[in-house]
């Protein structure tokens, strides 16, 4: 039941709205099409990681013997997570600059 849970309500969702946001981002212009599409590609690449490595991974970390490959191979895990949550953290402020060229762009 979790897997299938964190699937529906975070996972899926996510992937969803990167896409949608990958749409729009492309058809915007000037300065927020720039700051948007980096946001949205940046988004794209973790959901690409999440789904290529980082949830599988985690499947056979989980069915795995507590043997020393397996300790190995959670520590690189963990490790290259770091990139992961670098690049979610690049997305989000490349979102806000983004958004605050929503405001100029408006007159605000």
Known sequence: MGRRFWGF???????????????????????????WLAAALMALVDRLLTFSYFIPTMIRLMQSPDVPATVETATRWVRMNHFRHG??????????????WVRVKAGA
Do not use: D, E, H, I
């Open 87 to 100: 690049l979610v953290m690049g997305a989000w402020l490349a979102g806000l600059q983004a958004l605050s």
């Open 9 to 35: 309500v975070s996972t899926g969702p996510l992937t969803l709205l990167t896409l949608a946001s990958l749409y729009f981002a492309t058809r915007a212009t000037g300065p927020l099409r720039t700051w």
